[in-house]
């Protein structure tokens, strides 16, 4: 298992001990008591968040924990080859590491809404959201400036920024932004789908573009407290969601190429229907031979709004051209299949192999992509993360090499692609419908996000409801 870590004995004690030490008592128990995989999760609270530790058959002790992971190789306090193996002490050691730099759980000043949307009204604009249109009734920003880091946590009514002419972001664009989902189960429960995933993402989007990092509990409590305080706009039944709109942007007043000195980090969120209009059940995508999205050492695996302002264009002559989407090719050779203007593509192969592109740097790293490849494993399916070229794609389908493609991402889940057009002609692929894989798959993904299947790998966060104290 990649990213798993194995403790002996002695480990076992030790972290066991190590977790009362630290007050992480529902752990504790867990270390102590010996049941099948599936049925002990454990997710630990801050400061050790997403630490998961599970049994694994029935005697040896797995954490997965891609922090550990990737500390235990930076140190090479592993072997390689296989699941690495550390010591009782380095986890010592990375608990301790943890617990220093540990982000106290933010504090978030609370502005409840003046005049919130009144619940009938609610229920009409989620019955049937188009996607992107209707916002919920409140906000969260936490704002950071140089010398005095993260400040000022609020959630607040929804309301407009005041942005002078010479704010930085209208002028050089520093921007980054994430894309998730909150999903209403049928017992009324609001949770998450892999929200640490997201709020690691938009640390590395932020590295990329010069901006601050926000740490990943500020991420989540920002994001948890907006879905809390607006629950009421989360959708029920299948296709709908509350989307979450994460995003930060420089607002220092300036002329002149540097990074900027403030910042302010916002969520918003809006319910959701499904992403495409047509509600089709596969779309048609338009590989453009003018343009292209991102080049090697450039934005293209961050998530910043400059990449897609880039793309709007391809996805001008696709629409002219009857089409839904852009899938992009790569920059230097235009052969090599990329990704869609905001998903990732999958091929089934007619060995029942998938292959996807690679995470080379000019695409960005599907949230919904690394969960496909995880579960399609799990499934059998043999997953080649392998360049694919776009002649090759065009050779396949005629062929029959090439089953079904789909392309997938948090907005429009798993879609199947069911033609191609190009500036030399079009192809179909299959039948040109949804393929029986590309529907499996998507079904496990959903079942999982809405709590209709066992959530194994501890992907999904329920967003519990905070107590509202008087005043409030
Ligand atoms: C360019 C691009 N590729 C892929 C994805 C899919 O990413 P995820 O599965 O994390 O939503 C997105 C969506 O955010 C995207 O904008």
Redesign the pocket.
Known sequence: MRNALRFSKRSRVILRDECLRFGVAEAAKSTIACRPLDALIVQLGIPFPYIFIRTFRGSEYVAVHKTVCSLARERRNCHTGGPPTITGAFFLHFLHAMNKTATPQPEFALERHPQPTPADAITALIAEPVFGKVFTDHMVTIRWKEGLGWHDAKVGPRRAFEIDPACAVLHYAQEIF???KAYRRDNGEVSLFRPL??AK?FRASASRMSMPELPEELFLGAVEALVDIDRAWVPGGNGSSLYLRPFMFAIENYLGVRAASEYVFCVIACPVGPYFKSGKSAVTVWASDTYT?AAPGGT?AA?CGG??AA?LIAQTEASSHGCDQVVFLDAASHRWIE??????IFFLMDDNSLRTPPLSGT?????????IIELARAEGFTVNEAPYAFDEWQADSASGRVKETF?????AVVTAIGAVRHAGGEFTIGDGGEGQVTRQLRTLLTDIQRGKAPDSRGWVRTVEAQPVTAGQ
């Open positions: 994430e894309g998730m995933e997201n993402r999205r293209g998530k990449n897609y793309s990704e869609l203007g905001g998903m990732n695409i960005l790293p599907g949230i919904t992509r690394a969960s392309a997938c991402g948090t907005a």
